[in-house]
């Protein structure tokens, strides 16, 4: 193996462990601030939404880089093992840059983002049930908690205004 | 309660995180972040925009349906009706655990206090304290409020306790009867006053309290976003 080729190898696995690094940290550091029933301190809530806004894209990045750098590397190192276990590397971070685009907390709570309505004549709730009320102009519209402490947001429209009902 | 309507856009949130205990929301139109509690974006390219304030009042189905006959009520998500709360959810919920306690004025970290942000000040009450009196005059800052328990006994509405033409801070009495919807009387005037905050005899018949938002929360939940809060009753 000529020398050439084997800094081509180091250089390739080199960015591929740099991928697989920053690939990680953009998947489990926001997970592990934000999760439920732990207390998020005021410096690393910052860190790990500013991590959230931009990991798409640097995953995104990563994965590209990952794939080159695995390309470099089936091209100079003839070794079946080393080829299985680089291509296992450049394959988690393509796994990784799949996560990254999904946040566990919008998959567990479900908006009601066609939220219908009723009479309160016809509603069947008991008379001490909680409600929030608000009212625009004439509309006047109630949101039982009961409902909305499931979906915790309720998309709405009230008299051509946009409201965010929240509980 | 807030407005979605922001520079220009109609944002649509989803759920999509937590800051102790607090939701957050991400807004599928630029990927900011913002906090339930104050409508406030706190990551993303809208970071530090407000969203507009919405009043709105945590009321029994039964008061407000007498006040609003004519209302509609958000229906229940047929795929999602297996997962709804019971009507008691927020006196379940005092059982939960919390991950942050302020060990301040006595209370404890599942008090359910009833917060009033307005004036330059935040306040808080404590929402069985209001239940036994019926009828609250305090200040938030320095400005005169009331907190006035419905007819039914649970529901709670604040008002500005300011009536034109009246000199100081008038003096309201809890009504002996309910007759009419009378709730409150008060001294300067001698009207009665409905739980909406509107005068319904005297003579200044019809003439409406400027409402207060009141939100009920938690006192761990409440003290954390307001850590400058006073504690009615409490030093």
């Known amino acids: 193996m000529t020398n050439e080729a084997q800094r081509t190898q180091r250089i390739s696995v080199a960015v591929l462990l740099t991928c697989l690094a920053l690939s990680l940290i953009c998947v489990v550091y926001p997970f592990y601030v934000i999760r439920p029933f732990r207390a998020q301190g005021a410096r690393e809530l910052p860190i790990a939404l500013v991590v959230l806004r931009f990991r798409t894209a640097a995953t995104l990045i990563s994965g590209a880089a990952a794939l080159a750098a695995l390309v470099l590397y089936w091209r100079t190192q003839p070794g079946k093992w080393r080829r299985v276990f680089v291509t296992a590397g450049a394959a988690f971070v393509c796994v990784l840059a799949a996560l990254a685009r999904v946040n566990i907390y919008e998959l567990m709570f479900h908006p009601d983002d ?31 908690i009961r409902n909305i402490s499931y979906h915790h947001v309720i998309n709405d429209v009230l008299d051509k205004v946009g409201i965010v009902a929240t509980y | 309660m807030w407005g979605r309507d922001v520079a220009g856009l109609r944002l649509t949130f989803h759920l999509a995180g937590i800051n102790n205990q607090n939701f957050l929301m991400r807004d599928e139109q630029t990927g900011s972040y913002w906090q339930q509690i104050s409508g406030k974006a706190v990551s993303g390219p809208l970071r530090g925009s407000q969203l507009p304030f919405v009043h709105s009042d945590e009321l029994n189905f039964g008061t407000w349906q007498a006040e609003e006959p004519q209302g509609t009520v ?91 033409g009246v000199q100081g801070v008038p003096e309201f009495y809890r009504a002996s009867g309910n007759q009419m919807g009378a709730l409150l009387m008060d001294a300067a005037t001698g009207s009665e006053w409905n739980f909406q905050g509107c005068a319904i005899s005297g003579k200044i018949k019809g003439f409406c309290l400027e409402p207060v938002e009141v939100l009920k929360d938690y006192w761990f939940d409440w003290r954390n976003f307001n850590p400058a809060t006073t504690v009615y009753g409490r030093k």
Not at chain 2, 127 to 142: F, H, N
């Open chain 2, 74 to 164: 958000l229906q229940d998500a047929a795929a999602y009706r297996f997962g709804y709360a019971r009507k008691d959810w927020d006196v379940r919920m005092q059982r939960a655990p919390t991950v942050i306690d302020f060990r301040e004025h006595g209370l404890k970290a599942r008090d359910l206090m009833l917060g009033i942000r307005a004036f330059g000040a935040s306040r808080a009450f404590l929402y069985d304290q209001v239940i036994r009196e019926k009828l609250v005059e305090d200040r938030v800052g320095a400005e005169p409020v009331l907190l006035v328990v419905g007819g039914d006994g649970q529901s709670v509405r604040a008002f500005r306790d300011r009536i034109p």
């Open chain 1, 114 to 144: 066609r939220p219908s309505f009723a009479a309160a004549s016809q509603t069947k709730l008991d008379k001490d049930e909680k409600v929030i009320a608000i009212k625009n102009g004439a509309v006047a519209r109630a949101y039982p």
